[in-house]
């Protein structure tokens, strides 16, 4: 750990210059390979503020083609500040296939800085180096290489060059609070980065590096690079297997089970749509000034009715307040990067809610029976899904998953309605033919997705939608319903 | 104007929700004709506070399928905070071909209250003006079709509104201290906004919608949109001719005149380079301080040293302070849109450099010459780049625009070295020699576009790069020297 790490290496500086060099082009060749293998690869350095992060990732990067690497430095904002969960701007920046992002400063800052300003509790900050380590090695069962470094100097290394950035009028201005705090502070933080890459080292490796020598680091940091992505180049992409952990479930009913012969009539329709309506719109005014995110999640047969469902949802929302995001097949950049990417990027901002027409289960359902990924990265999926659901709650977001449903004949009645009704045409497709074919192994698979993925924190709930009208009064219901207690539950949250 | 605006209708309240409804089902009718034709829709809702902009686009949005549309609802920041130019947020969210983003207020609301809250000058107020109409061609000459809506109410009306809205503990938190003002300073708000629909109407009208009636107002607005979408899908795209505005420009000598001779040695190289790096090194800290944005464009023939030219140049920079953009052929969504949209969601932040390997210039080179867009496309690119610059500079940004030059014989020699050099070959594809037999066509292009769009404010410079090192020392003096001045005029201007 830092408190045993010691680097006392001298070295002739005229030699290690030339390592370097050498280092560098050998890199540069390597980006062609990287390239070929299509390893995405993550570069964190992290470490005390004036440990010269800035510095050596400009050696690294001082060969490379601008084509093939990113950099980005997050801001690690005060939690109040931040709008998205705070793995959102890291995940946002992951690179495509064969392509390298380099951080300067990482989710380690993020979290230890606000852990050790009280911005976040204990059980925050436990939960946080859990996602941490889900996210990690998430990335690398999907074939992402991370390389993490903490650049390290010691209290009186620190000290001197803060000094020295401080005396000149040209540097001073990179100096801020927050880094004479951390020296200040200097014990404080060491334990604290300490326990962070104890409790995160399991899955993906730390490599201390000494800061004190900038030169020696540089090569180092080289020499690593080098050879993580020799052997990664060497041995292909990695891809991992699927783990099953245990997460808290809502028991559901296999869809063969549903009772589908729920009706609604038109006056009882109207009343409770309206009323349904009225007491979301006012609920949508809390959860914007209680800065509640909220998510709801559409997946359903084709024709089920997702589309009007939607509608009636929305129109009691405030346009100002909400996104819909209808889910189509990915682009080729979103292809190339992990899957869960899309939706990284699709997140609502606090006190927001976000409407999914379609969305990441869509690897446990088409892409699965289309045999658009593998069987490991569908199996995979469930738990990673999971996770993924478990962070947006933990958050503080509502997530909320409708399965719309109907059965095959009044599939088929709707199909051929669209087809007979000029306007409606165009909602209907040879793939929802084809969808239709395969309505068994669809039915096993949303069986299966809705017993591994109905979590306590973000269940589904299977909407009865032969009577539509009766589909959009239930969803609303849930809906306000869930909302209801989430305004509660931050009070009594808040008070704690 | 506003003043003369007088809406007295008085209609039985059920034919205008009657009519309503048919609209919106008409309105959902022409949702797919628009995918057909390709139109992509801007509707603007402008208007008073408490005008009911809200609750109308909601009105408008409620029959549509949300894979349609788009809602944006833009910050006016303040000019201190706004870290790009004020059009960027609203350019950004434009749409695709076919499909409509509506705006909770748009690029007016944006100019009128930042010149009333005197954060711009009377010029910048002008400049601003000038930029909305010449974004608004811009995007109509390229096929959209913008609706501009101006909601009004007169200022017992808004009292009325805005006292029941604050009365209401749920609604309360929806009036801000903005609001309050505008309606004690209706009076210059106003003048304001009178100004502003006087001065932008000439392109795209303006349409005065009465807000006191909501119902009225939604019906007013679904019919004008109803009928305006009917006309743009009969009529199809429209095509926008070419314009020639006066710009001030610098004189640019052919290509063939250029003496590609010069050459420099390896060690005045190395002095140079290490001085200027150093240079632009301190440079760079004061930009980052002074908040001026640096926009530096790389073109150039293929294997000219542009790679090699802008590595000299970012090795000087702080990684966390600069961004290269490698600019390859768009990509679906980007052909889906205008075509300065990708470069408009890839501008720097204030105090930030950001590099284009390759830019919007594509539009009169390659895509003149392989004819992927049409002769008034490219015709009118020239003007519109030009625009597109100069509302850069006057943002404050430092635009230099880099011709990296070599001759016919050297570039033979460097492909064929390159296709020798395992480590090289990838830089070489099928497609640079095809290119290279286009030679003479492109020195035509590339002539045309220089002597047409070195502005005073954004120049070329032509880099003799024959020589690489020669090409990298004249291009850092040229950075360094313009920064030195950039640092220079923003302090006057401070002062003025």
Known sequence: MLKDF??????????????????????LGQ???????????????EGWAAAGKGSLIKELISELDPRFYHVVSPKVLHEYEERQPFLCQYMQAIPVNGKVTFYDSGWMENVVRKYLRHEITKEDYRNRIREVNEVERQLRDSGYMIIKIFLHIEKRKQYERLYRLTEDSRTEWRVDREDLMQHKEYKRFMEAYDDFIEKTGGTIGWHILDGSHNKIAV???????????????KEGR?????????????????????????????????KELKKLQTKLSELHNVIYRKKIPVILCYEGWDAAGKGGNIRRVTYALDPRGFDVHPIASPLPHELNRQYLWRFWTKLP?????????????????????????????????YNEINEFERMLTEWGAVVLKFWIHIDKDVQLERFNHREQTPEKQWKITEEDWR???????????????????STK??????????????????????????LEKACEKHFKQMME
């Not at 980006?31 to 350095?45: E, G, W």
């Not at 991992?240 to 559901?252: A, N, S, V, W």
């Not at 969808?435 to 993925?453: F, G, H, P, S």
């Open 219 to 233: 090569r180092d940091a080289l020499k690593l690079l080098v050879q993580k992505i020799d052997i990664a180049v």
């Open 238 to 270: 990695y891809e991992g297997q699927p783990i099953e952990e245990e997460f808290p479930l809502k028991e559901m009913p296999k869809l063969s089970e549903v009772d589908l012969s729920q009706t609604m009539d038109d006056e009882e329709y109207k």
């Open 6 to 27: 010691e680097s006392k290496k001298r070295q002739d500086s005229a030699q290690v210059s030339e390592e370097t060099k050498e280092l560098q082009m050998q890199l």
């Open 435 to 453: 969808n239709r074919e395969k309505w068994d192994e669809y039915e096993i698979a949303v069986d299966e997705l809705l017993q591994k993925t």
């Open 349 to 381: 901002r606090t006190g927001h809610v976000c409407i999914f027409d379609r969305t990441w289960y869509g690897r446990v359902m088409v892409e699965r029976l289309e045999g658009f990924c593998t069987e490991n990265e569908w199996k995979r999926a």
């Open 457 to 482: 924190n973000a269940p589904w709930y299977i909407i009865e939608s032969n009577d539509k009208k009766y589909a959009r009064i239930k969803t609303l219901r849930i809906i306000v319903k869930a």
């Open 31 to 45: 980006q062609q390979l990287l390239m070929q293998a299509k390893i995405p690869v993550i570069v964190m350095i």
